[in-house]
């Protein structure tokens, strides 16, 4: 699976959604690209990852931590919900 999946029009946006999930490692961005942008359930998420629900949902709440640290180093506000993560350009977030 490559970045290339991320389908957005605004390259802006999609420069800045890669440098961030660059940050995470490869199982990380798999896991936060089914579950946001397939959109995969975490039951699905731990299916096509071959691991149990358990550990899909730990990997993608700790994928979403790093993230949101990551965001905040950079001086971003940073709320509770990942929702603007699938969202597209033109959807208010």
Not at 16 to 26: D, E, I, S
Not at 66 to 78: C, N, P, S, Y
């Amino acid at each position: 699976m490559t970045e290339k999946c991320i389908v957005d029009t605004n390259k802006t946006s999609q420069i800045f959604l890669k440098k961030f999930l660059a940050q995470l490692n490869c199982r990380e961005r798999k896991a936060i690209y089914l579950r946001f942008w397939v959109p995969y359930s975490i039951e699905e998420v731990a299916r096509e990852m071959e691991v149990s629900w358990e550990q899909a949902n730990q990997l993608i709440e700790s994928s979403i931590a790093k993230l949101r640290e990551d965001f905040r180093q950079k001086g971003f506000a940073v709320g509770q919900s990942p929702a603007f993560l699938g969202k597209e350009e033109n959807e208010e977030i």
